[in-house]
């Protein structure tokens, strides 16, 4: 069952007992989108996402068509459904435009679901072998929490662009990227009081383990109305907090986002940058909304987190918020919802040592939400 590690001995712990889940990276993150081609062009043009890959009619699929970027580590996938009805249609009626796969880059897709079915995961898809003149592709799959799934893929005899059944997306237009290179950590939103249902499933038919960091936000309930727990694979490289709403002075922000998104879901996704200056200053250029925080934020901030490297006045300027831990410090801002639901938002995210993710900021970010819940009026 869960066993408790702190971040700092999380390489040691788990690769000395059987890891039957060895994760090599997220391999991509599919949204379900009303329309992937407008889509695809957000995360072009205002994230500097590179053109990768494309399926539909011209490709040969008759009932959906899928767009793929990259920024350095980074994969998106966007698909709509060309045709009414059907699993595509019926996931964005219920939800809007979110995230319907979480996949996980590994050796073995085939035992990668023959361990995590056997441990009491729901099928998704079964192993599946696709080829294509550039090479061979396994894939299989299982349910999470809400709608959402995770696909296992192991890509170690492919070369092509993507995936079998793609093909290279040459599109003339590019855009500079924007800095981002992979993906820290992806949360999820559960209901009320299945916080720990998941991170069961997370332990139990994954094989992770609960991250014990600075800061556990079981113990910090005053502003939070929500309730947290992190979970990592053992080496580290996937961390899934997962939320759920609680009781507090104000309307959750997870019970509006289970509201808007009809159920768990992926809440946010944190992006890793080497320099969050430049990555924040060229988003806001080219339109991407961010919390803000009161500028008296930064008249105490150097107070709690001492000394950093960077100076104080463009992260004011452009709302970053700090935090540090016992390995470090980190550097981290929020957008705003990205779709018209209130539901997903992206999150920014320098680590600079610190292995946490960002308790001493949670104040002032739970406040900055509750101001959009309130103009909203869902509070
Ligand atoms: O991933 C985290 O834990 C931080 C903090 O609704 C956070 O990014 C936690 C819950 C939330 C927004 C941010
Ligand atoms: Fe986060």
Partial sequence: ??????????????????????????????????????????????????????????????DRVSYVLRQDKITLVLTSPLQPDGEINKHINAHGDGVKVVALWVDDATKSYEETTKRGAESYIKPTTKEDKDGTVVFSGIHTYGETVHIFVERKNYNGAFLPGYKAWDKPYTTKDTGLKYIDHMVGNVGWNEMNKWCEFYAKVMGFAQLVSFDDKDISTEYTALMSKVMSNG?????????????????????????????????????????????????????????????????????????????????????ILIDRDDEGYLLQIFTKPVLDRPTMFFEIIQRKGAQSFGKGNFKALFEAIEREQEQRGTL
């Fill in 1 to 62: 069952m869960s066993t408790n590690i702190t971040s700092q001995n999380l390489e040691k712990i788990i690769p000395d007992a059987e890891d039957f889940l060895p994760l090599l990276g997220t391999d991509y993150v599919e949204l379900y989108v009303g329309n992937a081609k407008q889509a695809a062009y957000y995360y072009q043009t205002a994230w500097g996402f590179q053109p990768i890959a494309y399926a539909g009619l011209e490709t040969g699929l008759k």
């Fill in 235 to 319: 080496n580290g490289r996937i961390k899934f907090p997962i939320n759920e709403p609680a009781e507090g002075r104000k309307k959750s922000q997870i019970e509006e986002y289970i509201d808007f998104y009809n159920g768990a879901g992926v809440q946010h996704m944190a992006l890793a940058t080497d320099n969050i200056i430049e990555t924040v200053s060229s988003l806001q250029d080219r339109g991407v909304e961010f919390l803000t925080v009161p500028a008296t934020y930064y008249e105490t901030v150097l107070d709690r987190v001492g000394e950093i490297d960077e100076d104080l006045e463009p992260l004011k300027e452009l709302g």
